[in-house]
């Protein structure tokens, strides 16, 4: 059997750069090899496409020292739309090698440019098929105000918030302490449109609000102020298969000492926090945490992947938190931990990825 070519694609423009690059070693260690030829393809911080080494060890994930993407001075030449799907590079002396023509790209990529859509557009534009989200369902659940939104329209309960513009905190910010006041205590100060945990603080005293909004606005100019929610921590996977939609075993993040799953505890292995799956549920709230991760893709138009966080109240109500299209891959993160919970193994998993990428 000819074997299919996928590019693993993996570092961006965005601060979850480091992570995605972790990722991407844990990616070139387990794809099948059997069934697939692999070209690595890193995004520098600049945006530079480049050639990379198809070594797994060079990408480790290590706290003290995150992998990244640095510019060899290779550039990639994507294929053009109606031609052949040759992939090309080009040397820094300027010589241009044809790499061969590619089936399918694998974007492991987080944050902006590369979860929200953008990159999607692009080899849409292309005409080339990927694995993961599409367009929509990426662009919708980058921004949590929209994806709140979606998520409202069909009937799916979320946690209250307020959205708060740069501008409307700096010309008037008395009235958005008092929207937030309305929320209670504890809320949540959010990046809209950043991921990982990436500039969110957990505000319990409302002193604490001014340098919480300041670090979200550091990430993005449109943040959530957001209800705390009383409840458990309960993530599920989602994936696309062949055989239609399903969900993982439910998995939970237990705090023990950190007051939210921060970066740290997400991808560090941070002490204060387990990441536990398959999480102790009765038979009947595993379905329903099922269902519930199943209707939030849906409501998103999702493809290909999901990982949905929502909290389980003690009055039983779930109340979904957010929808993660590009969750992370390295050893300690929860999305490949559930599938490996529910029977499927990390190698597997990746391959479930790439052929609903070559459905498309």
Request: with cysteine; net charge negative.
């Amino acid at each position: 059997m000819d074997k299919q070519t996928v590019v693993v694609l993996f570092g961006g423009r965005s601060s979850e750069h480091s992570i995605s690059s972790a990722t991407a070693g844990g990616v070139l260690g387990a794809i099948d090899r059997d069934r697939y030829a692999v070209i690595p393809v890193g995004i520098t911080r600049e945006g530079a496409f480049v050639l990379e080494d198809d070594d797994p060890a060079k990408f480790p994930l290590d706290a003290a020292h995150l992998p990244e993407v640095v510019d060899n001075g290779t550039r990639i030449l994507w294929p053009e739309p109606g031609g052949d799907r040759t992939l090309r590079v080009v040397h820094p002396g300027g010589a241009v090698d044809g790499l061969g023509e590619i089936d399918v790209v694998l974007p492991i990529l987080h944050g902006p440019h590369g979860e929200d859509g953008t990159i999607q557009g692009y080899f849409d534009t292309l005409e080339v098929p990927y694995a993961g989200g599409g367009v929509l369902d990426s662009a919708l659940c980058m921004d949590k105000h929209f994806m709140k939104i979606a998520l409202q329209a069909a009937g799916i309960p979320v946690a209250p918030w307020v959205t708060v513009r740069r501008a409307a905190w700096d010309g008037d910010p008395s009235s958005v302490r008092e929207q937030a006041a309305g929320l209670g205590l504890p809320v949540f100060v959010k990046p809209a449109r950043a991921g990982s945990s990436v500039g969110v603080s957990k505000v319990s005293a409302p002193e604490e609000l001014d340098a919480a909004l300041a670090v979200a606005f550091a990430e993005d100019d449109k943040v959530l102020i957001e209800s705390g929610v009383t409840g458990r921590e309960i993530e599920v996977a989602v994936l696309e298969a062949a055989e239609g939609v399903r969900a993982s075993l439910p998995g939970e993040i237990v705090l023990t000492s950190r007051g939210f799953y921060d970066f740290e505890g997400k991808y560090l292995g941070g002490d204060g926090v387990d990441v536990v799956c398959p999480a102790e549920l009765s038979d009947a709230e595993v379905s329903a945490v099922q269902e519930a991760g199943v209707r939030a893709f849906e409501a998103v138009d999702g493809r290909g992947l999901a990982r949905v966080d929502m909290f389980l109240t003690p009055s039983g109500e779930l109340v979904v938190n957010e929808l993660n299209t590009m969750p992370g891959f390295t050893p300690i993160s929860m999305f490949p931990k559930c599938w490996v919970a529910s029977g499927l193994s990390y190698g597997d998993l990746i391959t479930e990825l790439v052929e609903a990428g070559l459905r498309r």
